[in-house]
């Protein structure tokens, strides 16, 4: 609506510059944008799923599943599906059309991360504390779990080399796979290991095709381009890497024909910093970090491989980092307050752009008013004008198309990472999540809660939870009145007590 009040040269900017504004639904320790960029869904300590509206900032949603803090977040192609796994070692896929829970899937060890596959929503792969990588197949009410392999693949070795082999495989034993993510057509899994590994997996047999390393310490996390073309691998030996991938899409594929080479390093040489989060740009030209105890994110350009801004605002060390998949528009969660910042570029406004003869001046002149611009007009005249105006019919019930609405992200990107022509997978009417005009407030804005008439407490860890005992998921009505109780009860005691001292 205000985009004409814009500068049009503010508008090319491809990063954001300053600080624009933070939001606050409890302690937020994830966050991940849908594909079309109006929704940002947060993770909670508190084990609550918040979906946020970008562009009214508002609380679009909440989820209630988890009794403890979410890991990670991932949304389906079309919006209408989000995948969010915990430390009680479950995964929900939830359904946004209604906040149901579409299936809840448990494992035997806490979940790092869970990916979800890139066109099929009940599909999805899960990195685990200490135990093999699964992947999980939802299309059924029972789910079908299949292991990954943690252990790169390795030449073959000669007959004279069996206690050398036996010694490898001895220590490829010990490898967790600590990241997984899907390539963009999902025919094979990414997967990064404890010991700098990164192996590609197929998806179809579950076999390592490939393998190589990276670096000698833990392959922290991955992420691909909107595309699927390069990944960014971030590191504990700190030091973030650009890849460019090979196509993976490709049917007469020879895994010995896959080379793997870094493009970019990106690091602080000076201060020798690590990074917490890392994250591309929309459009993948650029890098942006979070800094491991220090409150900067760093923002480097890939094509000279330098950096280009240092984006400071809040004073507390931030964790996950995202940018929007459209905008130049970055958020960034806080350890310590679990407030979510974000910064954009600064738009002034070209209040010129309202009226064809409005213009901005700089100092103070004399207005010159036309000949009729002050008539007055008899009371029949402006009566009539008022009653034509109300005469015209004004449609409020079709929804005009909008650009990004029925969009189709093979068509945007033009092809696969394979380099073939988009096949319309993502093609129909896009989904669009219902407004909920009964969304309640957050529970845990403030840590001191009053009890009483000027009687103040601590709120208990655990408050607002006691929904998660009755097992009740969607709206969480049930746990909000079962945690106003003791609240009340605390008020009846505190009242009694002083009634006896006078």
């Given at each position: ?56 900032n508002g609380v679009a949603r909440k989820l ?284 002034p406004q070209r209040w010129s752009a309202l ?126 009145a079962g945690a106003r109780k003791p609240a ?15």
């Amino acid at each position: 609506m205000n985009l004409s009040l814009l500068d049009p040269f503010v508008l090319a900017q491809d990063y954001p510059e300053c600080l624009a504004g933070n939001l606050r639904s409890g302690h937020a320790t994830c966050l991940r944008f849908n594909r079309k960029g109006d929704f940002l869904a947060s993770g909670r300590a508190d084990g609550t799923v918040v979906i946020f509206d970008v562009e009214t900032n508002g609380v679009a949603r909440k989820l209630r599943g988890h009794i403890r803090q979410i890991q990670s977040l991932s949304w389906s192609r079309d919006g209408r599906y989000l995948l969010s796994s915990s430390q009680d070692w479950k995964c929900i896929l939830w359904d946004l059309s209604d906040g149901s829970r579409v299936r809840t899937v448990r494992f035997e060890a806490p979940v790092y991360i869970a990916e979800l596959h890139t066109y099929n929503h009940f599909l999805f792969v899960a990195s685990l504390f200490e135990d093999q990588p699964m992947l999980v197949d939802m299309t059924g009410p029972i789910p079908v779990k299949r292991t990954l392999p943690s252990a790169p693949k390795r030449p073959p070795l000669s007959a004279s080399g069996d206690a050398a082999s036996s010694k490898q495989a001895l220590q490829d034993s010990k490898q967790i796979t600590c990241v997984t993510i899907f390539n963009s057509s999902g025919s094979h899994i990414i997967a990064g290991t404890s010991k700098g590994w990164l192996n590609i997996i197929s998806t179809t047999t579950c076999e390592a095709v490939y393998s190589t390393r990276l670096c000698n310490g833990v392959v922290i996390f991955l992420r691909l381009t909107a595309s699927g073309r390069d990944m960014v691998v971030n590191s504990s030996d700190r030091i973030i890497r650009t890849i460019h991938m090979p196509t993976l899409s490709d049917p007469n594929l020879d895994p010995g024909n896959i080379t793997i080479e870094v493009e970019h390093k990106f690091q602080d040489v000076v201060n020798r910093l690590s990074w917490n989060h890392v994250a591309f740009s929309s459009t993948g030209e650029y890098v942006t970090a979070s800094t491991y105890k220090n409150h900067d994110i760093y923002v480097w350009e890939r094509s000279h491989g330098s950096l280009v801004k240092i984006l400071e605002g809040p004073k507390e060390e931030l964790g996950v980092v995202e940018w929007h998949p459209h905008r130049p528009f970055v958020a960034a969660c806080g350890l310590e307050s679990g407030r979510i910042y974000l910064w954009s570029i600064n738009t002034p406004q070209r209040w010129s752009a309202l009226a064809p003869d409005f213009a901005e001046v700089e100092e103070n002149v004399e207005y010159v008013e036309r000949e009729d611009e002050f008539d007055i007009h008899p009371i029949a005249v402006i009566q009539k004008r008022r009653l034509d105006r109300e005469d015209e019919d004004v449609d409020v019930l079709t929804i005009e198309p909008v650009k990004g609405g029925e969009w189709d992200d093979d068509e945007e990107e033009g092809q696969h990472d394979d380099g073939q022509a988009p096949t319309g997978r993502g093609q129909g009417s896009a989904f669009r999540m219902p407004v909920l005009l009964d969304v309640s407030e957050s529970e845990i804005e403030e840590e001191i809660v009053a009890v009483g008439p000027g009687t103040m407490r601590r709120k208990s860890p655990g408050a607002g939870q006691e929904w998660a005992e009755g097992g009740s998921g969607g709206s969480g009505d049930e746990g909000k009145a079962g945690a106003r109780k003791p609240a009340a009860s605390t008020t009846a005691n505190g009242t009694a007590k002083r009634q006896r001292r006078r």
